[in-house]
């Protein structure tokens, strides 16, 4: 079963938009939410990651924004540039131990 | 210094063949992982151990098996290899189980089965 569902699958930006993917997850003993960005040829790397017990978290242009009640939580890029372009994983962790990732969404942002 | 790295980076071989895939980790990290992304680009773990014990084995078939000579190192070894297994595996580390926090990933191996 898919733990973790993650919208939209591809996105395109114009260069200095908003980028927007969210995640939606069922489990709520979940008790940390990063965000992983992954570029081609290489491993995903952390973005961004939030804990429950806030609802916004932003470094940067990236921001999580967190709604424990909907259960749902998504990352918002501010002024997207080219070399943004990548792939984008939600994912979550509880207990520590097994981090379970989303679908992904491949963000391409155009000049 | 490269903090996960995987060896090899691209595998190529033929149905039914043995092969293993390396990974170690200068991190100091207590946590290693083998996740297995599909051609659709979809991440799922299949092996994690901390301190040389295996302590998540998701269904992974049998002809996969982990090996942890020290806490540095996780190896992979996949016997008789079929069509299906084709796809990138990314070893990772953590620092310390129970701990929310980032995981390292490598740059991936690219095992192609053909």
């Known amino acids: 079963q898919q733990q973790v569902k993650q919208s939209p699958q591809s996105l395109i930006v114009q260069k200095g938009g908003i980028s927007i993917i969210n995640c939606a997850y069922e489990?709520?003993?979940?008790?940390?939410f990063p965000w992983y960005q992954q570029f081609p040829g290489k491993g995903p790397a952390l973005l961004i990651a939030?804990?429950?017990?806030?609802s916004e978290k932003k470094e940067g242009r990236f921001t999580i924004s967190f709604n424990k009640s909907a259960k749902q939580f998504s990352l918002h890029i501010m002024d997207s540039q080219p070399g943004d372009s990548a792939t984008y994983f939600c994912?979550?962790?509880?207990?520590?131990?097994?981090?379970?990732f989303g679908t992904g969404t491949q963000l391409k942002v155009e000049l | 210094d490269t903090a996960v790295s995987q060896t090899p980076k691209y595998l190529v071989t033929q149905m039914g063949n043995d092969k293993s895939i390396k990974c170690e980790q200068n991190?100091?990290?207590?946590?290693m992982y083998w996740y297995k992304q599909d051609s659709k680009k979809f991440l799922k773990i299949m092996f994690s151990?901390?301190?040389?014990?295996?302590?998540i084995n998701e269904t992974v078939p049998n002809r996969f098996s982990p090996k942890s000579p020290d806490k540095a190192h996780l190896n992979l070894h996949i016997n008789s290899l079929e069509l299906g297994d084709s796809a990138v595996y990314f070893c990772?580390?953590?620092?310390?189980?129970?701990?929310?926090?980032?995981?390292?990933f490598g740059s991936g191996t690219r095992l192609t089965v053909v």
């Open positions: 939030i804990r429950p017990d806030v």
């Open positions: 151990y901390n301190n040389k014990e295996l302590i």
């Open positions: 994912a979550v962790t509880g207990g520590g131990n097994k981090l379970t």
């Open positions: 489990n709520t003993a979940f008790d940390y």
């Open positions: 990772a580390s953590r620092a310390r189980t129970g701990q929310g926090g980032g995981y390292t």
């Open positions: 991190l100091g990290h207590d946590t």
